[in-house]
């Protein structure tokens, strides 16, 4: 077999993945600390290493790497957005080669342990992971789309799910009150220019609002569920632009106890962890200028 005797290089990028990074910042008795998950990828004048092996223009992956662990000395850790811009303005003024950069930043949180006398004691929370996607270029443009993953919620009741399309293989009985769990997965973008956020008070924002819509709304599915959250969240929020939703159904089936001479009035269920609905949405803020790139 011959290889093809014309191709053209398309758009590539490159970088460190993964870099974890634990920060304790040191303030007399009491320690906080900042638990992160890095990534990073560059783009730019790199068609050298590709094409011909030349490695001129390339700053190494472990160079990246070595960044954020020293700009996290030097600067120490606050936000991640705040954390994410940083690297990537680094990045664009550390390499002449490199016009974009895109970092990516997951938080694991950890709480001071209850009662000790310490306080630089702390226990793993078991909430959401924190994330932060930051893309800038060297002319200065930049976006940021803050967000969660992994935030299970469930109503005992208040849902309901019925009156959907029937063909030959549908099976699923109608219910007027059912659990309505799930593991929130949000992503929200920044309008342009909120670079000078105050991104803790933000994002504590954002996560009371997803969760105080998702606490208010009676479903009727949980398609309704999710453009109501989405909702409440660019209401509360002006400087939102976008927010992209992903919510797995977590179903919860009740039990057929008759076998066994009981009845199930809604108490005893079965929580099926595959396969799963996957519901998935945006909602945008009238006139707001959409920025596909901005998700990548």
């Keep these: 077999m011959t290889e093809p005797t014309e191709v053209v290089l398309g758009p590539t990028r490159y970088g460190k993945a993964e870099v974890r990074l634990v920060h304790v910042a040191r303030s007399g008795a009491e320690h906080t600390i900042r638990d992160l998950n890095v990534s990073v990828a560059l783009c730019g004048d790199q068609a050298d290493t590709h094409l011909s092996g030349d490695n001129t223009k390339v700053l190494t992956t472990d160079a990246q790497k070595n960044a954020v662990y020293a700009l996290a ?18 990045f664009l003024t550390t390499c002449p080669y490199i016009s974009h950069a895109r970092v990516a930043v997951d938080e694991y949180a950890w709480d001071r342990i209850p009662g000790a006398q310490s306080r630089h004691s702390f226990v793993r929370s078991g909430r959401e992971v ?8 060297a002319a200065g443009d930049s ?6 993953k992994d935030l299970v919620v469930l109503n005992s009741t208040g849902s309901e799910f019925h009156g959907f399309f029937h063909d030959e293989f549908t099976t699923l009985a109608e219910t007027g009150d059912r659990i309505l769990a799930t593991a929130v997965d949000a992503r929200w973008r920044h309008l342009a220019g909120a670079g000078e956020r105050d991104w803790d008070k933000s994002y504590a924002q954002a996560r009371a609002s997803l969760l105080t819509a998702f606490a208010d709304t009676h479903s009727l599915s949980l398609q309704q569920t999710l453009y109501a959250m989405a909702r409440r969240l660019v209401g509360r929020d002006e400087q939102i632009a976008e927010v992209r939703l992903a919510l797995p159904n977590r179903h919860h089936f009740a039990v057929d106890l008759a076998p066994f001479g009981l009845t199930n009035e809604n108490e005893v269920f079965y929580a ?13 803020r009238a006139g707001a200028p959409p920025d596909p790139a901005a998700w990548d």
């Design 130 to 137: 924190r994330t932060a996607l930051v893309h800038a270029d």
């Design 272 to 284: 099926a962890d595959r396969p799963y609905g996957l519901i998935e949405g945006t909602v945008a």
């Design 73 to 90: 000395k030097r600067h120490g850790v606050d936000a991640i957005e705040d954390f994410a811009q940083l690297l990537a303005r680094h």
């Design 143 to 148: 976006s940021v789309v803050s967000g969660l």
